[in-house]
Nanobody, 117 residues
Framework: QVQLVESGGGLVQSGGSLRLSCVAS????????WAWYRQGPGKQRELVAQ???????NYADSVKGRFTISRDNAKNTVFLQMDSLKPDDTGVYLC???????????WGQGTQVTVSS
């Protein structure tokens, strides 16, 4: 029932910026903690950033100071502003909820981010 659609990825040079969006159609969006994940080439999916219902955030050490997660509850959308991008940021970026006692939704297709050297 819930559809997750990520967008905003692309090909950028090192040091560039991208702004990703995740639209969660059919979700009780405002009640949940939302998160961005990524899967780089030959790597497992990792947690990048999360934002709770009260607006508090957490970031992976590898992106802290460069990425900013935000949300628009009226639009059922979570954003990821990515600045000072590095080649190691390359991967498929996906969104989902991470609330205790609540199963995650079916994963969307993700959006590809490629950062050239």
């Amino acid at each position: 029932q819930v559809q997750l659609v990520e967008s905003g990825g692309g090909l950028v040079q090192s040091g560039g910026s991208l702004r990703l969006s995740c639209v969660a159609s059919g979700s009780v969006f405002s009640l949940y903690t939302w998160a961005w994940y990524r899967q780089g080439p030959g790597k497992q999916r990792e947690l990048v950033a999360q934002i709770r219902s009260d607006g508090s955030t957490n970031y992976a050490d590898s992106v802290k100071g460069r990425f900013t997660i935000s949300r628009d509850n009226a639009k059922n959308t979570v954003f990821l502003q990515m600045d000072s991008l590095k080649p190691d940021d390359t991967g498929v970026y996906l969104c989902n909820i991470i609330n205790s006692q609540v199963p995650q939704y079916t994963w969307g297709q993700g959006t590809q981010v490629t950062v050239s050297s």
